[in-house]
């Protein structure tokens, strides 16, 4: 069965600094992978998403996503995080029959200035 | 463009009480349509999908129904609300199979 692993519960960076989010997932085909953010108390806001092609993917919000297949992993970047970035922050696999999404525990990013 | 509606925004409910949450989409037509459920501090549970009107598939046994009674509407359900039903519930839609789902802004339901 398809899995995500969101190894860090939580992460602090500080203002300006640069981020890594960690995904690893399981899947014995070509996976789709998508990124979500969740500010407290909202709804998710789809980041970016891999299907095919590029293997390092652009978002919103000066988001970047790079696929690895060799090490099953989709994990999240950001140049320069800003305070605003504060939030929790999911990975998601689409299963093999397409018609769910699997979501990893989450990550929750605190900004300190 | 397409929007989400999932209402109310918050919720509080005696225990034994029953429950009826509702999600509509606007712009689009024969979405698939989701419930998720979010436990404080932890990730997304799926509870029901639809691909169609009329159709319900159920991930988790558990005192909670779903319904669809139009193409673009979504509603869950509870005849007798338990402690356990507390948390952050949300609504997702999809155009079709393997796209990205686009979430409402969730309802707190809290049971008391």
């Known amino acids: 069965a398809q899995s995500v692993t969101q190894p860090d519960i939580h992460i602090t960076v500080s203002e300006g600094a640069s981020l890594e989010l960690r995904c690893n997932y399981s899947y014995g085909a070509t996976p789709y992978l998508f990124w979500y953010v969740q500010s407290p108390g909202q709804g998710l806001q789809l980041l970016l998403k891999?299907?095919?092609?590029?293997?390092l993917v652009q978002g919103i919000k000066g988001f970047e996503a790079e696929f690895k297949r060799s090490q099953s992993s989709f994990n999240l970047r950001k140049p320069s995080v800003h305070w605003s970035d504060a939030a929790e922050y999911f990975c998601?696999?689409?299963?093999?029959?397409?018609?769910?999404?699997?979501f990893g525990a989450g990550t929750r990013l605190f900004v300190k200035a | 463009s397409q929007t989400i509606h999932q209402w109310p925004a918050t919720l509080v409910q005696p225990v034994g009480s029953p429950l009826s949450l509702e999600c509509t989409v606007e712009?689009?037509?024969?979405?698939?349509l989701y419930w998720y459920r979010q436990a404080a501090g932890r990730g997304l549970q799926l509870l029901f999908y639809s691909v169609g009107i009329g159709q319900i598939s159920s991930e988790v046994p558990q005192n909670l129904s779903a319904s669809r009674p139009q193409d673009r509407q979504f509603i869950l359900s509870s005849k007798k609300l338990l402690l356990s039903d507390s948390g952050f519930y949300l609504c997702?839609?999809?155009?079709?199979?393997?796209?990205?789902?686009?979430f409402g802004q969730g309802t707190r339901l809290t049971v008391v």
């Open positions: 712009g689009t037509s024969n979405p698939n």
């Open positions: 998601a696999v689409g299963d093999t029959g397409g018609f769910k999404t699997i």
């Open positions: 891999y299907f095919s092609g590029d293997t």
């Open positions: 997702a839609w999809r155009y079709r199979e393997n796209t990205e789902a686009f």
